[in-house]
């Protein structure tokens, strides 16, 4: 997939516990899907990951896939999520170390419905041990 045709907003942190998504997990040039978030960050994601973690990520990403020539292509996803969020949650799927727990009850909330809406079950088991 070629770079996005804009930069990755980098994460600006709008409260204190918001931390800055790993530009190394998010925009690796292994990644071969493109989600862009509500609030103009882009996540390049690899589908083979996402696909096990979650079905819901799976049909999306197969909605958006065409093969020419024996070789599967992705359109980019546009999501109606908030970036930093659905990074945040993403990290808990990927095969890295656990991000840090949540620095609030408000943004553990925000991360379990946003676990809860993609079907990302090792996000919630890991989320619901910060309870």
Known sequence: IPPPPHKSKSASPQSQDVEPLPRDLFDS?????????????????????????SPVLAK??????????????????????????????????????????????????TLLEAAHKYQLDAALAALRTSL
């Open 29 to 53: 040039p292994t990644a071969d899907f493109v989600l862009h978030c509500l609030d103009g960050v882009t996540l390049r994601v690899h589908s083979t990951i996402l696909s096990f973690a």
């Open 60 to 109: 999306l990403i197969a909605d958006h896939a065409a093969t020419a020539s024996g070789q599967t292509n992705y359109r980019p996803a546009e999501l109606h999520e908030d970036g930093h969020i659905l990074g945040k949650v993403l990290e808990y799927v990927y095969p890295c170390p656990q991000p840090a727990p949540p620095a609030s009850l408000e943004r553990l909330k």
